[in-house]
């Protein structure tokens, strides 16, 4: 949220991203479950409903996970500063390629 104000400052723009679908309402620990689910999915739909290169971006959004709890885990650490292996911790298991950098292990 600092971030954002602070870039807004800086450049004079407003955030793209509407008030109410932003990283920190999702952060909310009011919301959990099938709420934060819901919510997370409803994010998806708006933004990518956005004109320019924002809803270019989320058109075709899909929200693939499918256990709240990893959803909240997921959105924690985005909050906060993310390390390469928290995102390995979440990429590995959904897909077969690695990130960049890492090599491709085959599946046996």
Known sequence: MRYTR??????GERQPIPAGYRWENLASP???GAELDRHYRETLRVLGT???MLGLIFE???NRIQDPAKLRRLITLKTR????ADLDEF???HSR????GRRNR???
């Open 6 to 11: 602070w870039r807004e400052r800086l450049t």
């Open 30 to 32: 009011t919301t959990e």
């Open 50 to 52: 956005r004109g320019g």
């Open 60 to 62: 075709k959004a899909q």
């Open 81 to 84: 500063r993310m390390t390469r």
């Open 91 to 93: 990429v590995a298991p």
């Open 97 to 100: 390629e690695r990130l960049p």
């Open 106 to 108: 085959a599946r046996h």
